[in-house]
């Protein structure tokens, strides 16, 4: 525990000390202020853009998408995945395929897909959807090879109808499992989502920094990256501090 | 042995093998139908059919023009990947043979891994400015953590013994690291380098998408801007088999071989 606490707080300090040498190399010109500004006027700015509301329609745009992306591949990814795992043959054919999805730069089919469904929100809803599905399929079905077969044995005894069978004994040894896919897939649509705004798109967060970049607002740009990298640390701390928990908690029970 | 029915028996490995290769065509079939049905669907204002994206792409890789925009992307490619390899090889295992530095940096790395790093691109543009440079630093910042992460984990699961013998044998570090610790996490190096690979390709690829004149991104997206579908319809394919071919490669490879 001393160790764990020792390695925090010393990462805490290796943080801290290069964004104090970014801002010190800033401040006295080492580094140009028209390729980075320092880090505490890019927390002014951050503050400055959100305060200002200029954000708030790119914000509720970015994050609607992100949700509506998120929630679907959790949805489409789960079913997928219960129902390649009940076929045997299903996924002698399917594996492969899973194996080799993440190689493939998914990001490519952005433009036809924007394309195919107009510029908007439907090509980067499916964007993100297509980059966080797989991980969500991959996680249920090594959530579901991962419920001891002794339990399900148990629950046959119990003559447990499919619904409680689901919720009391195959829900509880697949949880932590597909909780990591929940996790990569939030971080894939966040990825997918943002990365489509920033090449093609007319709204959005991602489009409001490739915006002030070609219009050499160096001040806007890194105040609303700034923002945006912090919500997407927030959003992954949370959920992998959540992750531990669950896991833990199984390693008890 | 009595309770031996003959439903119960398995198929023979080469039925299977048979059955597995009928379902393959039959997925690659499937594949092909719904390229075909969603070309036809939109009319190919946005995705040109399997056909004439085929005939079309014979046509392009005889000119010019093509192989000098993927010669740019590879030659973006392969040094992103060959300095993300190499870094990350290094960094990985000096954090994994150091338990202390490894654990301060692991969640570092990972967090970093994690972010959407297309934010980052802009600075990445005003510190290298435009051109190869650019794409090569945004190949490395996406390929270098998951090799170092990759790396890191196989030395931290080392066989205590393995460490404790290279200190018996007096071997330099150098030595220990060539000897010792690289061939025995080979097989987690080799699916670092498959990840690494796949994401410093993403990385070099949505660098040419985004303010580039050259490169297969650029020219993807070109296409879809002159309106040119086979074009960009072509270019990616090229890309899918490409990433496809080489991730097949690299899985065979990592594959533990039986001894």
Known sequence: MTRRCAALLVRIAVLAGSIALLEICCRFGIIDPLTVIPPSEMVTSMIDHLGSGELNESIVNTFSTILLAFVLAIVCGTLAGALIHSSRRLRDVVDPLLASYYSVPTFIFYPLLVALLGLGKAPLVVLGVLSATPAVMISTLSGLDSVPPVLMKLARVQRLSPARALWWIILPSALPRLFTGFKLALSYALIGVIAGEFILSGTGLGYAISFAYQSFDNRAMYGTMLFVLLVAITANGILYVWEGRLARRRLRG | ?259
């Not at chain 2, 490169?215 to 296409?223: A, K, Q, Y």
Request: net charge positive; charged share 10%.
């Open chain 2, 1 to 259: 042995m009595s309770d031996l029915s003959f439903d119960n028996v398995q198929p023979s490995l080469a039925s299977r093998r048979r059955i597995r290769a009928f379902d393959a065509i039959v997925l690659i079939l499937l594949m092909l139908a719904l390229w075909q049905a969603v070309g036809s669907w939109t009319q190919g204002v946005a995705v040109s059919p399997p056909w004439p994206t085929l005939t079309y792409l014979f046509g392009l890789v005889r000119t010019w023009m093509f192989w000098d925009h993927a010669a740019a992307t590879l030659a973006a490619f392969a040094l992103a990947f060959a300095l993300s390899a190499l870094i990350g090889l290094a960094l990985g295992l000096i954090f994994g043979v150091r338990r202390f530095a490894g654990e301060v940096a692991e969640p570092i790395l990972a967090g970093f891994y994690t972010i959407p790093k297309v934010t980052l691109y802009p600075v990445v543009l005003l510190l290298f400015g435009l051109g190869m440079s650019a794409k090569v630093a945004f190949g490395v910042m996406h390929g270098l953590v998951p090799m170092t992460l990759f790396t890191l984990g196989a030395v931290r699961n080392l066989p205590p013994v393995l460490i404790r013998t290279a200190k018996v044998l007096r071997l330099s570090p150098g030595r220990t690291m060539l000897w010792i610790l690289v061939p025995a996490c080979l097989p987690e190096i080799v699916n670092g380098l498959r990840i690494s690979f796949s994401l410093s390709l993403l990385g070099v690829l949505i660098g040419e998408m985004f303010s580039s004149q050259r490169g297969l991104g650029f020219l993807l997206v070109s296409g879809m801007a002159q309106h040119n579908v086979p074009l960009s319809t072509a270019i990616v394919t090229v890309i899918v088999l490409v990433a496809i071919a080489a991730n097949t490669l690299m899985l065979r490879l990592g594959r533990p071989r039986a001894r």
